[in-house]
């Protein structure tokens, strides 16, 4: 069984600023992945980045890097120069045995 | 290349009405998953077909609700009767194959029962 918790259900930031968006898991597949995945307003759901649980160095693309702290079962997603564009729905999703477990996901709005 | 399609993209019906829902997933993507999003929450996995095979319908409510991807291409998610509790967005995704690990979702379609 997977389960993944979200505990901020909103965040905001100033723009141009950093921001960090918290994510804890458990699951008992010892093959598994991480992902963020974004949902702005009314849009759908886009793949930011992806973790997999066997690789130890942490995942990055361009603004966007995760902490992933196996151990602690934590997986915290931080957006550098935040942008309006960046304003939307964040969700934290485990993935193992072929099945998709996302938690409850944060707003995240950007202050101009 | 064509991401996932789904139609309607909204659809409003009253209580105890039928109401289906389309998915054309990316082409060559063998699996094709259902899920349910209710409001503030995140996706729910209702169904899992590997070509034209449901092979995880364990969170399907199969009283009222039924799928089929009859060709293991394009897929059709139907619930008869609706209540005003199936109100949500109805999200369609695939992956290459059962060994991918990524999902490509669709826009989704948001019902709402009255």
């Known amino acids: 069984a997977q389960t993944v918790t979200q505990s901020q259900p909103e965040m905001s930031v100033q723009e141009a600023e950093t921001v960090t968006l918290s994510c804890t898991y458990d699951?008992?597949?010892?093959?598994?992945?991480l992902f963020w995945y974004k949902q702005p307003p009314s849009r759908q759901m886009i793949l930011v980045i992806r973790?997999?649980?066997?690789?130890?160095q942490n995942a990055t693309e361009n603004r966007f890097s995760v902490n992933f702290q196996k151990a602690a079962k934590s997986f915290s997603l931080k957006i550098s120069d935040s942008q309006l564009g960046d304003a939307a729905m964040y969700f934290c999703?485990?993935?193992?045995?072929?099945?998709?477990?996302f938690g409850q996901g944060t707003r995240l709005t950007i202050n101009p | 290349e064509a991401g996932v399609v789904q139609s309607p993209r909204y659809k409003i019906i009253e209580k105890k009405q039928p109401v289906a829902f389309w998915c054309n997933p990316i082409s060559g993507h063998n699996t094709l998953y259902w899920y349910l999003q209710n409001l503030g929450q995140g996706p729910e996995l209702l169904i899992r077909y590997e070509n034209e095979e449901a092979v995880d319908d364990s969170q399907l409510p199969k009283d009222r609700f039924s799928a089929e991807r009859l060709k293991g291409v394009d897929s059709t998610l139907k619930i008869q009767p609706a209540e005003l509790g199936d109100s949500a967005v109805y999200l369609c995704?695939?992956?290459?194959?059962?060994?991918?690990?990524?999902?490509?979702f669709g826009p989704g379609t948001r019902l709402t029962v009255t």
């Open positions: 973790q997999e649980a066997y690789k130890q």
């Open positions: 995704a695939s992956s290459l194959d059962q060994g991918s690990r990524e999902q490509y």
């Open positions: 699951t008992s597949e010892s093959d598994y992945y």
């Open positions: 999703a485990s993935e193992g045995a072929q099945k998709l477990v």
